[in-house]
């Protein structure tokens, strides 16, 4: 089985490139809750429930300070609701819908610049 | 095939021997069909740009080209193509030519199914490079040299 470490990240059919060991994602599978319940005479059973409030994806990570990557997020952070971002590396694929860009991306003007960026969806498709 | 004609096409399709894959808003999608359009007004700075550098590769094919002219010119105006691809590939200028036709379908002369409009190196670098000479051979013929032969041919 590969290793999954080199992915390529597309977004609104734009590709981007991440900083080295930035990129992640969470599928917004949700939280499940697990409670133990008492039966009397030392009996317990447990009850499961998913917290649907949490089935929320996340894909972040850095790129690099430049114009044109400045213009792309400043227009992608206008797409709310918009953005679909597709993640693949050789046979793997996930594709995120309805995503909006959560965070307010700082511009860091430093020795080797970065841009935050952060999207919040539908679970993984 | 494309050929000069008397109409002018504002588009034309192409269809892809593999898909490419593009993003709208229900997801990811994969298509071969490819619209192409005829150049707008706001355009009109690039389109003089390619077709200076291909007219200047017809001109440097060779001095011959008088004398077949005038051999051909009781024959009903047609260019093929392939004619226009092996005129180009000839000139040093080719791989400006590729570039200045890529930015051309990058600003709004292609899309993909008539639907992505927003194309961008991602969905260019995923066609096949001779499908993609192939499909700027046709597009010359079509949008960027068909009214200035027609002109030609008529004198």
Redesign the interface.
């Given at each position: 089985m590969a290793t999954l470490y080199d992915p390529t990240v597309v977004i609104n059919n734009r590709q981007y490139y991440f900083k080295p060991n930035t990129f992640s994602y969470i599928g917004g599978l949700g939280e499940t809750s697990v409670e133990a319940l008492s039966g009397g005479g030392g009996t317990v059973t447990t009850a499961h429930s998913e917290d649907v409030s949490t089935k929320v994806s996340h894909v972040k990570g850095m790129i690099d300070l430049n114009r044109t990557n400045i213009e792309n997020v400043e227009a992608l952070k206008n797409l709310v609701g918009l953005c679909v971002i597709t993640v693949h590396e050789n046979d793997f694929q996930k594709v995120f819908v309805h995503m909006s860009m959560s965070n307010d991306p700082e511009n860091s003007f430093k020795v080797n610049p970065e841009l935050p960026i952060e999207f919040k969806g539908d679970p993984v498709l | 095939m494309a050929t000069i004609n008397d109409t002018y096409k504002s588009d034309f399709t192409f269809e892809l021997s593999n898909p490419i894959?593009?993003?709208?808003?229900?997801?990811?999608k994969e298509t071969k069909t490819l619209v192409l359009y005829a150049p707008s007004n706001k355009l009109s700075k690039q389109k003089a740009k390619l077709r200076q550098k291909v007219i200047a590769s017809f001109l440097a094919l060779g001095g011959n080209s008088n004398n077949q002219n005038k051999a051909n010119e009781n024959e009903k105006a047609s260019l093929e193509p392939e004619q226009v691809l092996f005129a180009l590939a000839a000139n040093d200028k080719f791989v400006e030519i590729k570039q200045e036709f890529c930015d051309l379908l990058k600003n709004g002369c292609l899309s993909l199914e008539g639907n992505?409009n927003?194309?961008?190196?991602?969905?260019l670098q995923q066609i096949d490079d001779e499908e993609l000479e192939e499909v700027m051979g046709q597009y010359i013929v079509n949008f960027i040299i068909a009214s200035w032969m027609k002109r030609l041919l008529a004198k």
């Amino acid at each position: 089985m590969a290793t999954l470490y080199d992915p390529t990240v597309v977004i609104n059919n734009r590709q981007y490139y991440f900083k080295p060991n930035t990129f992640s994602y969470i599928g917004g599978l949700g939280e499940t809750s697990v409670e133990a319940l008492s039966g009397g005479g030392g009996t317990v059973t447990t009850a499961h429930s998913e917290d649907v409030s949490t089935k929320v994806s996340h894909v972040k990570g850095m790129i690099d300070l430049n114009r044109t990557n400045i213009e792309n997020v400043e227009a992608l952070k206008n797409l709310v609701g918009l953005c679909v971002i597709t993640v693949h590396e050789n046979d793997f694929q996930k594709v995120f819908v309805h995503m909006s860009m959560s965070n307010d991306p700082e511009n860091s003007f430093k020795v080797n610049p970065e841009l935050p960026i952060e999207f919040k969806g539908d679970p993984v498709l | 095939m494309a050929t000069i004609n008397d109409t002018y096409k504002s588009d034309f399709t192409f269809e892809l021997s593999n898909p490419i894959s593009y993003q709208d808003e229900t997801g990811q999608k994969e298509t071969k069909t490819l619209v192409l359009y005829a150049p707008s007004n706001k355009l009109s700075k690039q389109k003089a740009k390619l077709r200076q550098k291909v007219i200047a590769s017809f001109l440097a094919l060779g001095g011959n080209s008088n004398n077949q002219n005038k051999a051909n010119e009781n024959e009903k105006a047609s260019l093929e193509p392939e004619q226009v691809l092996f005129a180009l590939a000839a000139n040093d200028k080719f791989v400006e030519i590729k570039q200045e036709f890529c930015d051309l379908l990058k600003n709004g002369c292609l899309s993909l199914e008539g639907n992505c409009n927003t194309i961008t190196d991602y969905h260019l670098q995923q066609i096949d490079d001779e499908e993609l000479e192939e499909v700027m051979g046709q597009y010359i013929v079509n949008f960027i040299i068909a009214s200035w032969m027609k002109r030609l041919l008529a004198k």
